[in-house]
């Protein structure tokens, strides 16, 4: 449910009067909020929120704040996907969202800091050799999330959630990644 919360549908249509679901690419991410209110301040601010969602979400549930009986390396993964998995497929705006990159970021800062480090590091490198988000995006996620959490998973169900957490994060990216390759509209 944490994840769900629609930020930037919510800032969008109070502070700016848009719905980022029909305009734009119709995600309900930071991107696309900055890029139909062309505000960098709604995109910031959605941004850093998002960010906050994955983190509470990971402190309460995977670092055992809210409850206690759940910590571990297969708990703090399952509450990184869960928040994700909330914010790309939101419950309150009929299942439309995000691309769970900000949210999961966020979240990653307190499971695992250095693949938010690689994956920030690819994707501006890779967005000043080539300029495409998208594929800036996939691969700074395919990067730095999946070798980092084999090196930190012991366990097969962390191994597996982290898995499943890079399979959600880049099948929302998939659509938009094809469409930037063949020069199409990113939707």
């Avoid at 929120?49 to 983190?55: L, R």
């Avoid at 998973?153 to 998939?174: D, R, W």
Wanted: cysteine-free.
């Amino acid at each position: 449910m944490i994840g769900s919360f629609p930020t930037a549908f919510l800032l969008g249509r109070y502070l700016k009067k848009i719905d980022v679901i029909k305009e734009g690419t119709g995600n309900v991410g930071a991107m696309n909020a900055y890029e139909v209110s062309g505000s960098p301040l709604l995109g910031i601010a959605v941004g850093i929120i998002d960010a906050a969602k994955g983190a509470t979400a990971v402190l309460l549930f995977g670092q055992g704040i809210l409850f206690r009986s759940g910590t571990g390396q297969a708990m703090l993964i399952l509450s990184t996907l869960s928040v994700v998995t909330g914010h790309n497929y939101s419950v309150f705006i009929g299942f439309k969202g995000g691309r769970g990159l900000a949210t999961s970021a966020g979240a990653m800062l307190f499971v695992q800091p250095l693949s938010v480090a690689i994956f920030v590091a690819v994707y501006f490198i890779l967005r000043l050799v080539h300029f495409r988000l998208y594929l800036s995006s996939t691969v700074g996620v395919v990067v730095g999330f999946i070798p980092v959490f084999w090196k930190f998973a012991t366990s097969l169900p962390a191994e597996l959630l982290s898995v499943a957490l890079v399979v959600v994060l880049v099948s929302k990216h998939i659509v938009p990644l094809k469409a930037e390759l063949l020069g199409t509209r990113v939707s």
